[in-house]
């Protein structure tokens, strides 16, 4: 009796009828090798195919990202798993590299259709010859490391073979390697790791007139030729690289040296080379401390000219160039200079002021004063004794405070002494001996004549004056009479007007 469990309820079950056992069905062979192809594809697992049937072609496409039509493709991933044989290739004419490392196969074969190819690795593999390649003519590289290849051959329908890779194989003799004189484009040769113990081997190898790249180590007979590195580097001439480093021009020198005077003419060249090398360097240093002597600017172009106005200098240049010709000024030429023109704008004033006395004493008919009337000549400045920047600053300053005590209308004012601190030297020189530096502009004309007994010149108005209008006429401005001449030659001086300089001080 059977009891369950039916909604939450212990129940007796029915029983139930015993089942007849199923017939066993054989299938025909032809069934069961479609069958063994019926495995699944997309498990991700290493070796999961056996043969290269279309199928597995078709699934690799899509997880590689192949295009749907076989002849489109120019690479084509079959390594890593387990494959015995190379088959269903004669659609992939388009290839141009095919990877089958990894795999069982024991024979190069079913590359017919693959005139294209390009790229062939097979390492890793169980191969033991080199054939069946005459039907790839434009292979460049052949990788057949990791196999059981004992004898080179099969490559002289290969005119455009430079890369081959024989590395851990089983190649024991120099006449297994003869083969190689086939390939006479052939570059880059590995050969280390194998069984090679024959020292005739370099004979070989010297023969191969484009041989630059060469992979030798792990073999029996490497030590066994004497000075093994000097030797093949004599005897390869185009090797540019021998096992685990490259051949530069200075090694090859040495062992051409070696070659001839063995290695007391080694030793010789090394030392000829390092003298070159160190002459080189001494020559360098002298140019860049001539460069640093005569401070030639450096250009952040290559424009034909040097001056200004060229359109091939660029800015950097230019700026290169005016700080070079502000550097020709040494500080004390440069504070000199900017003394001197202190000292010339001072004699300047000095000279308006006596101008204007006497001109003023003439018009009210008095005397001129002496100080008036005398004629100083002018002298250089003493020389500075005080250091360059205090004179500088100090002479700045005390004429801003000269020219505070002027008038506008009569003497305009000076630049302040911090516009001095931040222009450059050659910007201070050519402000102070410009004319007009006082202002920015040409210095002021001369008074004019007055005439005699019926003008008095004045700046401003400073009040009325009996029979006298103030007014700019043919003499300049001040009060003209307006009567009798006589009467305004009488007239008393007035006051000078308020805020106007005394010009003393500058005595």
């Known amino acids: ?69 076989p002849e489109l493709n120019d690479k084509l ?69 990791n196999n059981f290849i004992t004898e080179v051959s099969g490559l002289d329908k290969l005119p455009f073979l430079s890369t081959l890779q024989l590395g851990n194989n089983a190649i024991a003799k120099a006449e297994d390697l003869s083969g190689l004189l086939e390939c006479p484009a052939l570059r880059v040769l590995d050969l280390q790791n194998n069984k090679i113990d024959d020292a005739n081997v370099v004979e070989v190898l010297e023969a191969m007139p484009l041989l630059s790249v060469l992979q030798l180590q792990g073999n029996p007979v490497v030590p066994t030729i004497k000075q093994y590195r000097r030797t093949v580097v004599s005897r390869c001439r185009a090797l540019s690289y021998l096992d685990d480093r490259p051949v530069f021009e200075e090694e090859r ?65 230019k700026a290169a160039q005016a700080k070079a010709e502000d550097d020709k000024l040494t500080e004390k030429e440069m504070y000199e200079r900017a003394l001197g023109a202190v000292e010339r704008k001072k004699r300047e004033l000095l000279k ?9 004493a003439l018009a009210n008919g008095e005397e001129v004063p002496a100080w008036a009337a005398e004629t100083h000549e002018e002298t250089p400045p003493p020389p500075p004794t005080a250091p360059a920047s205090e004179l500088l600053k100090s002479a700045a300053s005390y004429l801003s405070a000269d020219v505070e005590d002027e008038e506008e209308d009569e003497v305009p004012k000076l630049q302040s002494a911090s516009k001095f601190g931040s222009a450059s030297a050659a910007e201070v020189v050519a402000q102070l001996e410009a004319p007009g530096a006082t202002s920015g502009g040409p210095p002021p004309p001369p008074p004019a004549a007055p005439a005699p007994g019926g003008f008095e010149p004045r700046p401003t108005w400073s009040g009325a004056r009996a029979g006298m209008v103030f007014k700019r006429g043919e003499h300049g401005q001040g009060y003209y009479a307006d009567g009798p001449a006589v009467a305004a030659a009488g007239a008393p001086p007035p006051p000078p007007a308020a805020g106007a300089m005394d010009l003393d001080e500058l005595d």
């Open 352 to 360: 308006a002021k006596r101008e204007r006395a006497r001109v003023q």
């Open 253 to 317: 020198l040495s062992v051409d040296a070696w070659v001839v005077g063995g290695l007391p003419g080694e030793r010789e060249e090394r030392r000829r080379q390092r003298a070159e090398k160190d002459s080189k360097h001494r020559k360098n240093l002298e140019y860049m401390m001539s460069m640093q002597k005569n401070r030639i600017p450096v250009k952040a172009d290559h424009g034909e000219g040097d001056d200004d106005d060229k359109p091939g200098q660029s800015d950097f240049a």
């Open 77 to 145: 991933y079959l390594h890593y798993h387990g494959f015995a044989k190379i088959e269903n290739l004669d659609a992939w004419t388009g290839l141009r590299a095919l990877w089958l490392e990894g795999n069982g196969l024991h024979q190069i074969e079913g590359l017919e259709k693959l005139i294209h190819l390009r790229c062939l690795y097979l390492h890793s593999n169980c191969l033991k010859k080199i054939e069946n390649l005459e039907c790839c003519p434009k292979l460049a590289t052949i990788q057949l490391s």
């Open 1 to 69: 009796m059977a009891v369950g469990l039916v909604d939450g309820v212990i129940q007796r079950l029915p029983p139930t009828e015993p089942k007849e056992p199923s017939e066993h069905k054989v299938r025909p062979a032809e069934q069961v090798d479609e069958d063994e192809d019926e495995y699944d594809v997309t498990d991700g697992k290493i070796g999961r195919f056996k043969r290269i049937t279309p199928k597995v072609l078709k699934a690799l496409t899509k997880e590689q990202h192949l295009y749907s039509v």
